[in-house]
């Protein structure tokens, strides 16, 4: 199981990025404290989607079941993750919104091991 040491956990409401000519809409994003994270974690539940960067740096997005572990998250990944995390530590963790939810969370994370 990897360990993520989390940096600034984010809500971005759908299409708050700015794309080509698509503006910002409203806010970017807010900062959720990591004692908030395990809250937040459970209002959109545990299945998120980590985001590593490969060799050729292409996006590899796979879904994980992510736990708060104290002050970290665990995942459990698969060896091509793994590899990308031994080479670039720095990831994102995507949770869509939930079914009655407007914003999306993004936690960007440091792998630990």
Known sequence: MDRFGVGEPVVAPPGATRCGRRSYAGFMSAAVDIAALHERIAEFGERAYLVTVG???A???????AT?????LAVRVGNRTAA??????????????PADGAYSLLVDVTATG
């Open 55 to 57: 060799d050729d740096g």
């Open 59 to 65: 996006p590899h997005v796979v879904s994980v079941e």
């Open 68 to 72: 708060v572990d104290g002050a970290y």
């Open 84 to 97: 990308n995390l031994s080479d670039r530590a720095a990831a994102t963790l995507l949770w869509p919104p």
